[in-house]
């Protein structure tokens, strides 16, 4: 407690990014480092934020841009004269070989994918800000942790002192007794509260071996295996300065918020996919090649190329396109309600912890996005 009345709040403050150097300790800011470089949970929320991002820079190149592809082919064929009205003439049998270059592109007329790799997007950041607040859960555990441990040493240690001090004045009161000093009632008094302070400290030791085991499970190990270092009061300075943010401002910079806003977002998306869906569909292809009956003559210059548009407008799906867009919409109220309520408990959080780590990518989300069905 030396020193308490020194620390101070900072309104408009913030911690930075790594917060936990601030208490000044070696062996806290490198337990922190092992639990970073060890989490299980926090290793799975990147590879799902990796694998997010692989989907969209993929589904960025089918959409957005043509696909050229080559297609080598032989085969033997028999043709009949009936194949071309002439009954009598004789078959025909030959190889036939082929090499061509085919390329084909899906002319976005009406924004449907653009809107389908904006939902993408809205994945990318879902998972983003999902990372981020597993990043930062795992952080607070590990360092709250650490300071309940050092907290129940330190009343471990307290308590010890107490019972020696108890032990000693029981001895002197037995020689005081044995003497006739004190009745038999006051060295009952005292053995039975030396005996009371005696039972507390099993607990605390119980409690003591949870907040290890629970430090070793946060930084990726058994506690059977787990080498960690101990904690005690004495080796943790507290920050001189808190930092103090009101409500409004902490709530944006909360990863569980943008995760909301994210989803929100590929909602509104999700609706502009299905409402272009009721629109045509153009198609652009082109295609080169050559085609030979004798495969060392095959790039001779018997060139064949062809080229062509095909539009494609949905006539009847038995009701399917409608449902869709029909979902897509309650899918979007569904999710700014869930928005909402993560704002809410967001202020509900804040008026009773004033300040956070400012570790969030994105400390200001995106405007939420009203659904729209212009595709």
């Given at each position: 407690e030396k020193g308490a009345e020194m620390h101070r709040f900072v309104a408009g403050g913030d911690l930075p990014a790594q917060w936990w150097p601030l208490f000044k300790s070696d062996a806290l800011n490198q337990l922190v480092r092992d639990s970073l470089a060890a989490s299980p949970t926090l290793a799975a929320a990147e590879a799902t934020l990796r694998q997010a991002r692989e989907n969209l820079i993929a589904e960025r190149g089918a959409l957005l841009l043509p696909k050229v592809d080559g297609s080598l082919s032989a085969?033997?064929?028999?043709?009949?004269?009936?194949?071309?009205?002439?009954?009598?003439?004789?078959?025909?049998?030959?190889?036939?070989?082929?090499?061509?270059?085919?390329?084909?592109?899906?002319?976005?007329?009406f924004g449907g994918n653009r809107r389908e790799l904006e939902s993408l997007q809205a994945l990318v950041d879902y998972q983003s800000y999902q990372f981020e607040g597993a990043r930062l859960s795992l952080t607070a555990n590990v360092v709250?942790?650490?300071?309940?441990?050092?907290?129940?040493?330190?009343?471990?240690?307290?308590?010890?002192?107490?019972?020696a001090a108890e032990q000693k004045q029981g001895t002197l009161s037995e020689k005081q007794f044995e003497l006739g000093a004190v009745a038999r009632l006051v060295l009952t008094s005292q053995r039975t509260q030396g005996e009371q302070t005696r039972a507390l400290l099993p607990p605390l030791e119980?409690?003591?071996?949870?907040?290890?085991?629970?430090?070793?499970?946060?930084?990726?190990?058994?506690?059977s295996e787990a080498n960690l270092p101990e904690f005690d009061l004495d080796a943790i300075t507290l920050p001189q300065e808190l930092p103090v943010s009101i409500p409004s401002s902490l709530t944006r910079q909360r990863p569980?918020?943008?995760?909301?806003?994210?989803?929100l977002h590929e909602a509104s998306a999700l609706i502009g996919v299905a409402t272009a869906n009721e629109y045509p569909k153009i198609n652009l292809t082109g295609s080169i090649g050559d085609q030979s009956l004798r495969l060392g003559s095959l790039f001779a210059g018997a060139v064949v190329w062809s080229v062509g548009a095909g539009l494609l407008q949905p006539l009847f799906h038995g009701g399917e396109i409608e449902s869709r867009l029909r979902a897509a919409l309650p899918a979007y109220a569904q999710g700014d309600e869930r928005y909402r309520q993560s704002v809410l408990m967001a202020f509900h959080a804040g008026t009773a912890r004033a300040t956070t780590p400012r570790g969030c990518r994105h400390p200001h989300p995106p405007p939420r996005r009203a659904p729209s069905r212009a595709p």
């Open positions: 085969k033997r064929q028999k043709i009949s004269g009936a194949s071309f009205g002439q009954p009598g003439a004789p078959a025909s049998i030959f190889s036939l070989y082929g090499a061509s270059v085919d390329v084909s592109y899906a002319l976005d007329a709250t942790t650490a300071i309940r441990e050092a907290q129940i040493r330190a009343q471990i240690k307290a308590t010890q002192e107490v019972l119980r409690d003591l071996a949870k907040a290890r085991h629970q430090l070793a499970v946060l930084s990726g190990r058994l506690p569980d918020v943008q995760a909301a806003e994210a989803l």
